[in-house]
Each structure stands twice: as C-alpha cells, then as structure tokens.
C-alpha cells in the first residue's frame, strides 16, 4: 500500500489534463479509501482474533488485552489525507458503488446458490420417493411371494391329510375285511367242528343201536327161523289154493264164453269201437293241441310276452281288463336319452298308437347302437304305451334249431297274426341271423330261416310291427334295410343322461331299495343306510363316468348295493363308493382295450 499524500505530491498540475487528473485522483481517493476499508478490516480481524484467543487464554481483569495498532494508525492517516483530496467525496462514491455492485452480486450468488439449494432438495425428495416406491413394490412382491408360498403349503399339507386319511380308511377297511374273513373263518371251523361232532355222536349212536339189534337178533334167531318157516308154509298153501280156485273160475267162464256168439260178438265189437276211439282222440287232440299253440299258446322262440293265455287271464282278471282297455304310461318311462332322440322316440310311440287305433298297417323300425343303451326297453315301453302285446326273441335263437328253424319261424308269426291287440316283435341281436346272404360262411339252414323271414315281413301287417335291435347294422341283409321304416340311432349317454341314471339307479336301488321288493315269509331285504354319499358327489361321479353305457351305470350302482349287503350293518359310506367305482372304471377301460377304443 502506497500513502495518500506521497503519491499527490509527486504529481505536478501542469504536466496533464485536468479532466484526466480528476479522474486519476479519484481513483487514487478510491484506491486510497479501499486501502484504508482493508487496513481497518484487518485491524478489527485481528483484534476479534485476539479475543477468541484470549477468551480461551482468560486473563486477568486488569490485564490489557493485547491487539496490532498498526492498521488502525494507518487507517486514521489514510482518512486524514483523503480529507486533503480534491476528489474525496466522487472516490468515496465510486467506492460505495463497487461495494453495492459487489453486495449485489454477492446476494445474486446467494440466491443461485438457495436455487440450486432449493433443487438438489427437491431432486433429493424425488429420488427418495422413488426409493421409497421401489421399495413398497419389492414389499408388496415379497408379501405376495411369501402369501402363495403359505397357500402352497396349506394345499400341501392339506393334500397330505386328505392322502393320510384315505390311507387310514383303506388300512381301516382293509383290517375289518381281514376281521371278517377271520370271524367267517372261526365260524365255519366252528361249524364244520359241530358237524363232525354230531356225526360222530350218530355214528356211535348207530353203532350201538346196530350192536345191540345184533346181539337181539343173534339172541332170538330160533325163534325167527320158526316164525318163517310156519308162514312160508301158510303162504304156500295159501297160494296153491288160490291158483287152483283161479283156473277153475276162469276156465268156466273161457268155457261159457266161447260156447256163447252172442257174448263173443259183443266183446269183438266193443274192443274195435274202443280202438277207434283212442285213435280218433289221438288225433283230435294233436289237432286241438296245434290250433290252441297256434292261437294261444307261446312260440318257442320267443323268451318274453306280455300276451296272457286264458288261464293267466282268468288268475288276473283286473290287469287283463285294464290291458284290455289300451295303452297306458308313457313310451319313454324309465328311457333316459338325449333331448333330440327323445322327442324322435316319442314321436314313434304317438305315430304307433294311432297306427293301432285307427287300424292302419304298422311301420317297422331299426334301433341300432352300442350294447345297453335302452334298445330292448324302450321296445318294451312303446308296446305297453301302444296298447299292443311285445314278444322277445333273440337272433342267436335261430341258428341251433337248424332246419326246425323255418317251422318255429312260421309259427311265430301264425301266433302273432292271432293277436287282437297286435305285437311287438323284438328281435334282438338281429344281426345274429338276419345278415347278408352274400356271405359264404352263412349256412343252408341259417339262408331258409332268413328267407322264411323275409317272406312273412314282405308285405305290411296290421297284426304285428317288427322292431329290430343290433350293434351293428352294416351287417343286416339289404332286404332288411328295405323292410325298415325307421332307423333310431342310440347313442351313449352324455354328462346329463349319465347324471340322470346314476341318481334314478341310486334312488330305486339304494334308498328305495326295501319299498318295490317283496318281503316274503322271512322279511325283506335289508335297508340300506347311506353315509356321506349326497347329490353332488353323485354328480362328479357321472362326470368321470364317460363312455359308459346304461346298462354299466346300473351295474355300477347294483356294485355299490353288493358293497352295503357285504357289510355286517348294510352301511353305504364314501369308501365303498369309491372302492366300486374304481374297480368299475378299471373294468371299462379294459373293456375298450379289448375292443380297440380309446
């Protein structure tokens, strides 16, 4: 720092420009006044720095503190010759400019810096709110992953307890087959030790019986040996006698009676009438015997009629009445099929019914599908409905009875064609006997048979309608086919039929088991208790029963009335329901490996 004062004095008035020298000064002044602001600011410095140092140093209250007079003095010279400055007060003006200029770009820089402040705050806040958010997500993850996690081992522990409990029923059931099996196995130890105790005891008995007779006989044998002697020789004599007073009489009438015409023509005569007789009633009676089969009596094809003979009808008289008076029921009581097959088979038995009333010739009809779908049932529904009699046969009938197979076939008919109500003829199996003639293994009595068919069914009737049953129709001769006024397809059952089965099967033959069957003179059957096996559990039954017939749906719950009969207190549970079912399911499945099917 250079003194005010010096520097004037080395500076003469003529030598530059006024104007320039003011400014020079004033720049000088401003220099000098900035020199004497920082010499004063280093003084107050260092005295404020002395006072933290002796504040720590805490001396003693008269003591003087120590501080650098230095910068004050020159403070106080450097006002001193501002004073003597022409251009004092624009250099202190200028000075207080720089001074507001720096202070506002000092509060500039402070308020750039709150701005910045204010920013790295609020960029902070976002990054922590997307921490924050991150981190609720990996929560809510983590919660969800722990929550199916715990529903993961519920199910598991679930499963296992339903597997553990199945378990304990099997081991449960399989101990009490074992218990029973060894209860049957004492009893009938038990039994054949009573047995052979009591044939023991009448072996002896008899033995001794025998000894003792022996001993009797041995005892009283002279006395038997006479008895028999005297009544050989009574019944000798008495023979002898009888013999002679024998040929006496029948000589003396031998005698007479040749010596007699009168007599000896008689006798001829009565013998000759006689013999006649049971010629002519021989053969009345054949004839009789014919035209009563003809009329009433029961082909010997046929294995099932609702025809009554007269004596049925005199032992019943009101249900003969009733049969009588027409149809009764509906064709389709008890047929559980489709909705579409449904109305076709209802439509049939109204078009038969009024075929029947109205005198029409009848329409034969081809039932043809799988085995044990209702075919022969519904046959039987639609004569009852009809007011018309059925009569059953099978093709696999025909073939043994050789050539006595035309005679039985036109006696079949002849017997239908006397009905009043009019019949149903069933054959069922049709393919059996009615296939194609073209075959070389078809033999020469199976080729009559069929042809004395085809000749009985050529033309229509109003007697008898002819409904065939077969599982496979391809086979049936071409003439057939041509006889046939109706083919019905009969399918398998779906989901709701098989539903509607199971539930009809399980109410007729598990709950209302006792209530259709006759009780006898020992009682009825058992009743049936049924424990834990609902509506809905028989419904997911008839679900898994896919590709099963009618026929396997009514054995199945027939096997589960088996199952409950099996049991000492006639007890129908879920794991006998399951047992059958699996077993039948197992049955099915081999069956269509059998077969070829899936």
Do not use: C
């Amino acid at each position: 720092m250079w003194p005010f004062g010096k520097k004037a004095e080395d500076e003469t008035p003529g030598t530059a420009n006024p104007a320039s020298a003011g400014e020079d000064a004033a720049k000088k002044a401003a220099a000098a006044v900035m020199g004497a602001a920082s010499d004063a600011e280093s003084a107050a410095g260092s005295i404020f720095k002395d006072e933290a140092k002796d504040e720590a140093a805490k001396p003693e209250p008269g003591a003087m503190r120590g501080f650098d007079p230095t910068a004050l003095e020159r403070a106080a010279k450097a006002a001193r010759e501002l004073q003597d400055l022409k251009f004092a007060p624009e250099a202190i003006n200028i000075a207080k400019l720089k001074e507001e200029r720096r202070g506002k770009q000092a509060d500039a820089e402070a308020e750039s810096m709150k701005a910045r402040q204010k920013a790295f705050e609020v960029e902070q806040s976002r990054v922590q709110e997307q921490e924050r958010r991150q981190t609720l997500q990996q929560d809510h993850k983590l919660k969800q992953e722990q929550a199916y996690y715990q529903d993961q081992l519920a199910r598991k522990r679930h499963q296992d307890e339903l597997n553990a409990q199945r378990a304990m029923k099997e081991q449960q059931l399989k101990r009490e087959e074992e218990f029973q099996l060894r209860v049957e196995g004492m009893k009938r130890q038990t039994a054949e030790y009573e047995a052979k105790l009591r044939k023991d005891t009448e072996r002896a008995r008899v033995e001794a019986e025998m000894a003792g007779k022996a001993d009797q006989e041995r005892k009283n044998w002279d006395l038997h040996m006479q008895r028999s002697q005297m009544q050989a020789k009574e019944m000798r004599t008495t023979v002898l006698e009888s013999v002679r007073e024998s040929g006496r009489i029948i000589g003396d009438g031998v005698n007479g009676f040749l010596h007699d015409r009168e007599k000896l023509g008689t006798t001829v005569g009565l013998f000759t009438m006689l013999a006649v007789g049971i010629y002519g009633a021989r053969v009345g009676t054949g004839v009789l015997g014919r035209y009563v089969e003809a009329r009433m009596g029961k082909p010997p094809l046929v294995r099932e009629t609702s025809r009554r003979s007269p004596l049925e009808t005199i032992r019943s008289p009101i249900s003969s009445i009733r049969r009588l008076a027409g149809g009764s029921g509906n064709a389709l009581d008890g047929v559980v099929v489709e909705p579409k097959l449904q109305d076709r088979l209802s439509t049939l038995a109204v078009t038969t019914r009024n075929t029947k009333n109205n005198g029409a010739p009848y329409r034969h009809a081809m039932l043809h599908g799988p085995p044990g779908t209702g075919k022969t049932l519904f046959a039987k529904k639609l004569a009852q409905a009809s007011g018309m009699d059925y009569a059953i046969l099978t093709g696999g009938d025909i073939a043994p009875l050789g050539r006595e197979a035309v005679t039985e076939m036109h006696k079949l008919f002849d017997w239908a064609n006397t009905s009043r109500r009019g019949v149903v003829v069933f054959i069922d199996e049709a393919d059996a006997f009615l296939r194609k003639r073209t075959e070389s293994n078809l033999s020469e009595d199976a080729r009559n048979a069929l042809n004395a068919f085809l000749y009985r069914t050529g033309t229509e009737s109003k007697n008898f309608m002819v409904v065939y049953a077969t599982n496979e129709p391809e086979q049936l001769d071409w003439a057939i086919n041509d006889r046939t006024d109706e083919l019905v397809p009969f399918t398998l059952p779906g989901p709701a039929e098989r539903e509607t089965m199971l539930k009809m099967y399980f109410d007729k033959l598990i709950v209302n088991n006792t209530k259709s069957a006759s009780t006898g003179m020992f009682g009825g059957p058992k009743q049936i208790t049924v424990d834990g096996v609902d509506d809905a559990q028989l419904t997911a039954i008839a679900q898994k029963l896919n590709g099963f017939s009618g026929r396997e749906i009514s054995k199945l719950v027939i096997g589960w009335q088996a199952a409950a009969y099996g049991t000492s207190d006639a007890v129908l549970n879920k794991a006998l329901v399951d047992r059958v079912l699996d077993n039948s399911l197992e049955q099915h499945m081999t069956k269509m490996k059998w077969e070829g099917r899936d």
